[in-house]
């Protein structure tokens, strides 16, 4: 057994505690409404999601995918309407579905002074119930798996592409194995093989019981991955389209 | 907490270490405000001598200011304070982190500059240890007010322009009591010296406890 | 159940007699002390600035105690509500202003008294730095921003100022002490310092000043208020306009 599966494996336990809850809907949003001082960013949304779905959002620039992302995730508060993510209930507590769920933003999280090793070393050792020191079988096998060569995982982030920065990140998504995964335009700023390694991942992950959302203007990667794809205009959800990808009947998106 | 604080002091060490910013731009920064006020007071000893603790501790206040700006602005590249709250770290481990990390930055600083200060202003320094006593408890109180405006005002696009005019007044009584430490240690009235330190140890107390109460909400306005 | 148009009376009605109640005081504080209490013996026309700069000093302490007090207020869960904030915001903004009146008239005061504009005792500087400190705090309620977010930086901003309040004051009184002894305060100079009808009217004073202080802040908390309600339509319309646009595909 790899390092990583067994890291994985000393995760899991962690997580059960939660398994019980709410197994049939991972995310269910109701006429969720979320504002950013007096701007609407999400104006009444309405989605259900299931454990393992891989479910793709498409939108014009501003229709508000980012936001809806911030919000499942816990870090945008929703001030109308109910949400729950993973059993949990945002309006009242939104703290704490952040630790089972992770987020694939615009920015990398990622300190540019350290390299892709110490980045990852640091924010793996938050898990409580993970050792503080993580095994570097752990590291090495996330940074194959996302294609980032020895040498450029030692090297200052900041000195990296977007490129391979954002395969960093994955790399983090991929050794924390978390049970949401909420990615926003993952495949930006990749060249065509880290896009496959993008849809691998979501592959991967969603076999394994992760359910995904991510939003993005790939239609054809979306295509390939995803289980449905929604559409989002002025901060709502509209046409959801079931079954493979629709014709994208709303314009622009 | 404790855990997390280690884990996130560990970890902007580190950055220090990589980066060398507060070794080879706030230190010189620091030491250039002594030698300036050194020519601005004029070379009578006397006056130098009277001048000095006020001086030494003005330097640091200037330096931590510095040092605060660039210990928020690391986490707000790259949302890495939004990757903090996700990562599930105890915000009050966050702030003790950040605090004893920056404070020991600035404690060699003041081990430096004290050295440096007693040098142009020619004046001697017994008591070392009510000194590096005073320095500590002292540092931790800056620190701690320095953190919680810093991250009250991280996502605010005045942060920089604002910062000091919170911090400064507020930081007022360890300017005071600290400048009066030294000049006990100067004077060799150690007696005396253990009032004002009492007086860094309550702020230091006060603010500390406010920081582990409060950068929790705080980091959730962000 | 009364009606709005009945409330705003009330309101209205309370603020009238809280304005005419100042308006009163003042001007009998200011009657009395300059023309009927007798001058100092040794400071003369001087001492007429006592009705006038401890009051003002007192109603700035107030003021921040009552912004600490609502940030409290509002910080605590179960309290929470944007009104606190609006009433600590207002009370701050009234303390500064008295903040810098006492410093202008203790300036004054100090001149031909002690020789100089400005001296480092205790009191004084204490004040100057309270001015700073409230200074900032108000900076910081300019920010634009979201009125929950700044209602929740403010409090924490305020509950910083005030805990170094006392600090500030201790610093400062064991660093240099020059001011007189709080004359009002200190029992034993009471008898042979203040008299009579000078006690009164410093009395009268603090308490007219007391209600001017509440009457700027009524006023000052309901121009809050009004610019909140238009906060709040502009956001139910900013929303309505977001659904449009949803809706129009």
């Not at chain 1, 002074?113 to 020191?133: K, V």
């Not at chain 1, 849809?199 to 992760?210: F, H, K, N, W, Y």
């Not at chain 3, 310092?193 to 700027?216: D, E, K, P, Q, V």
Request: aromatic share 8%.
């Amino acid at each position: 057994m790899t390092d990583l599966a067994r890291y994985a494996r000393e995760l899991g336990p962690a997580l059960a505690p939660n398994m019980g809850r709410a197994m049939a809907e991972a995310i269910e949003l109701r006429a969720a409404v979320a504002f950013s001082g007096s701007f609407p960013l999400l104006s009444g949304v309405n989605l259900s999601v299931e454990v393992g779905e891989v479910v793709h959002l498409s939108g014009a620039n501003g229709a508000g995918k980012t936001s809806l992302l911030r919000v499942l995730v816990g870090l945008v508060p929703v001030s109308q309407g109910s949400i729950s993510v993973l059993g949990y209930d945002l309006r009242a507590d939104r703290r704490r579905v952040r630790r089972e769920v992770d987020l694939l933003g615009h920015e990398s999280f990622l300190y540019g002074d350290l390299d892709a090793r110490e980045n990852l070393a640091f924010w793996l050792g938050a898990d409580h119930h993970s050792p503080s020191r993580v095994p570097s079988g752990v590291l090495e096998e996330a940074f194959m798996r996302v294609g980032l060569s020895e040498r450029l995982s030692l090297t200052p982030v900041s000195k990296l592409s977007t490129g391979q920065r954002r395969r960093a990140t994955l790399a983090l998504l991929y050794a924390r194995r978390r049970r949401l995964w909420l990615l926003d335009e993952p495949h930006a700023g990749l060249d065509a093989d880290g896009r496959e390694i993008v849809d691998d991942l979501i592959r991967e992950a969603s076999r394994s019981g992760t359910t995904v959302v991510f939003a993005s203007h790939e239609i054809d990667h979306a295509r390939t991955v995803a289980t449905r794809s929604v559409v989002m205009v002025g901060g709502t959800i509209v046409a959801p389209v079931d079954g493979g990808l629709g014709d994208g009947d709303s314009d622009g998106a | 907490m404790v855990r997390d604080a280690l884990h996130i002091a560990r970890k902007d060490l580190r950055i220090e270490w990589r980066t060398r910013i507060t070794a080879f731009q706030v230190i010189p920064f620091a030491v250039v405000v002594i030698v300036l006020f050194g020519f601005a007071l004029g070379p009578d000893p006397a006056r130098l001598e009277n001048a000095a603790p006020g001086v030494f501790w003005l330097a640091v206040l200037l330096a931590s200011v510095l040092g605060v700006e660039r210990s928020i602005a690391i986490e707000l590249r790259e949302g890495a304070f939004d990757g903090l709250r996700l990562a599930g770290f105890d915000p009050a481990g966050i702030f003790l982190g950040k605090l004893v990390a920056l404070s020991a930055q600035l404690v060699a600083l003041e081990v430096l500059l004290g050295v440096i200060t007693a040098i142009v202003f020619q004046v001697s320094l017994a008591s070392f240890w009510l000194l590096a006593v005073a320095s500590v408890v002292a540092t931790l109180g800056i620190v701690a007010v320095g953190l919680l405006y810093g991250v009250l005002l991280a996502s605010s696009r005045v942060r920089e322009t604002l910062l000091p005019l919170l911090f400064f007044p507020v930081i007022a009584p360890v300017l005071i009591a600290g400048s009066k430490t030294w000049q006990a240690a100067i004077s060799q009235h150690v007696s005396a010296g253990l009032g004002w330190l009492e007086l860094l140890a309550v702020f230091g107390v006060v603010y500390c406890s406010i920081g582990i109460v409060s950068f929790g909400p705080l980091m959730e306005d962000l | 159940m009364r009606s709005l148009g009945e409330q705003r009376t009330l309101a209205d009605r309370i603020q009238r007699i809280l304005g005419l109640s100042a308006l009163a005081g003042m001007v009998a504080t200011v009657w009395l002390g300059l023309f009927v209490t007798p001058p100092d013996q040794f400071m003369g026309d001087l001492v007429r600035l006592i009705y006038i700069h401890p009051p003002l000093a007192w109603v700035a302490f107030i003021a921040y105690g009552m912004n600490f007090l609502a940030s409290l207020a509002y910080l605590w869960p179960r309290t929470r509500d944007l009104r606190w904030d609006q009433l600590a915001g207002s009370s701050a903004e009234v303390g500064v202003l008295f903040t810098g009146l006492t410093l202008v008239t203790g300036s004054i005061w100090g001149r031909p008294a002690w020789g100089t504009w400005w001296t480092w005792d205790p009191l004084l500087t204490t004040t100057a730095l309270l001015f700073v400190l409230y200074l900032g705090y108000l900076a910081l309620r300019r920010v634009p921003d979201d009125p929950e977010l700044r209602a929740r930086r403010s409090a924490i901003a305020a509950l910083i100022a005030f805990l170094d309040v006392p600090i500030v004051y201790f610093a400062v009184l064991w660093w240099k002490s020059l001011h007189q002894a709080p004359t009002v305060l200190n029992p034993t100079t009471h008898k042979t310092y203040i008299h009579g009808s000078m006690a009164w009217t410093l009395l009268l004073g603090f308490i007219a000043f007391t209600i001017t202080y509440a009457w700027m802040v009524m006023i000052r908390y309901r121009l809050g208020a009004l610019e909140a309600r238009v906060l709040e339509t502009r956001i139910t319309s900013a929303l309505r306009e977001r659904q449009l646009e949803g809706s129009h595909e």
